[in-house]
């Protein structure tokens, strides 16, 4: 039988998850950095052991919400794809979300648990007591050259890429120029002004990303500019060891006829791959990423409340967040109409 252990954070610790060959950028310090300081959670790391015997680790969070303690893994709104476990081969899966369970609910206090694991199956999660969300992401093979990569995108899709830079486009590193957060944010505003929506978190979360990444080299931040040098696109890609995320990706619409997002995700593609990426996770499986060849993969985002009641306070913070989301967006429409202008 697997149990989990919950250990203090230490540099000993830290080298023994890089250890393991499904650890992901977000299981990192540096992320689990960002996370606490956005939500004010506090990190949770545990052994996985098996008779006594260390074979994985458990990184999650913990938070509040209306006075209950919440195990997150992640939880929704925290913009962080996947938590979960590392786990040795051939430990099973199944069994360690068994022993996350007991945990949480045992050994924390907590009234609700999220989880989201890379290598979690539907059919791990069966029978468990636990109810998910399906939640696929759509991923690239890297491994290919180039010309297949270019080459497995839609027709419209490399038409497009060959209009940005017929046009002038030009995609740029912004590096550790502090103005990137707000041209990525001003741009974010407008995207979701599309749909009568304002942004599900603030410009600080962007900066905050970049504070604890950009440093440890484990962040790409592109711009694309026009031929007139404006700013018209940009995107925030973080990276680690095998996998480049699609963490955030944002552009005017006056100057989406350019085409700037299809050349920002093809210069990602080939920047990563050139680094010895292997797979870029567009963290989500939205219909307009097939064009660019991706493959979906399942990664069910599972969750279980002490009670029915606690189940019923989440589903209802999740819809009151969206309708508070649309109200802000038509107070934001009266107040101050949205511009797109350049920066």
């Known amino acids: 039988m697997l149990r989990l252990h919950r250990v203090e954070p230490a540099a000993a610790l830290h080298a023994d998850r890089a250890t393991y060959q499904d650890r ?3 299981h990192t310090p540096e992320w689990l950095a960002f996370v606490a300081e956005c939500q004010r959670a506090e990190p949770v790391l545990a052994t996985v052991s098996d008779q006594g015997a260390t074979v994985g680790h458990f990184t999650g969070l913990l938070t509040r919400r209306c006075g209950l303690r919440i195990l997150g893994s992640p939880m929704a709104g925290w913009t962080t794809s996947y938590l979960g476990f590392n786990l040795r081969p051939g430990v099973c899966r199944r069994a360690a979300v068994r022993a996350l369970t007991r945990f949480a609910f045992d050994e924390l206090g907590c009234a609700h648990l999220e989880v989201r694991d890379r290598g979690t199956t539907e059919a791990d999660l069966a029978g468990l007591g636990l109810r998910w969300d399906a939640a696929p992401t759509a991923v690239i093979d890297l491994r290919p050259d180039e010309d297949a990569l270019f080459g497995a995108m839609a027709g419209a899709c490399r038409r497009n890429i060959r209009k940005a830079a017929k046009s002038g486009v030009v995609i740029e590193e912004a590096g550790a120029d502090p103005a990137f957060a ?5 741009q974010l505003r407008d995207v979701f002004a599309k749909q009568n929506l304002v942004p599900t978190y603030s410009v600080e979360r962007v900066r905050s990303l970049i504070r604890h990444l950009f440093p440890v080299g484990r962040i790409s931040l ?3 500019r026009d031929s007139d040098g404006r700013c018209i696109a ?12 699609f963490w955030g990706g944002a552009s005017y619409r006056e100057h989406q006829h350019l085409r700037p997002n299809e050349a920002l995700i093809w210069h ?3 920047w990563a791959r050139a680094r010895g990426v292997t797979e870029f996770d567009f963290v989500g499986a939205n219909s307009y990423k097939a064009k660019y060849g991706t493959t979906e993969v399942a990664v069910p985002w599972a969750r279980q409340s002490r009670s029915p009641l606690v189940a019923r306070l989440r589903d209802a913070a999740k819809h009151g967040f969206a309708l508070r989301q649309r109200a802000a967006a038509r107070l934001g429409r009266i107040r101050q109409p949205a511009t797109t202008t350049g920066s």
Do not use: G, I, Q, S
Not at 182 to 186: A, G, L, N, S, V
Not at 234 to 245: D, H, I, K, Q
């Open 268 to 270: 990602a593609l080939r």
């Open 234 to 245: 940009t995107a925030v890609l973080p990276w680690y060891r095998r996998t480049m995320y």
């Open 24 to 26: 992901l950028l977000f």
């Open 222 to 224: 592109l711009r694309a």
């Open 182 to 186: 707000d041209e990525f944010y001003d």
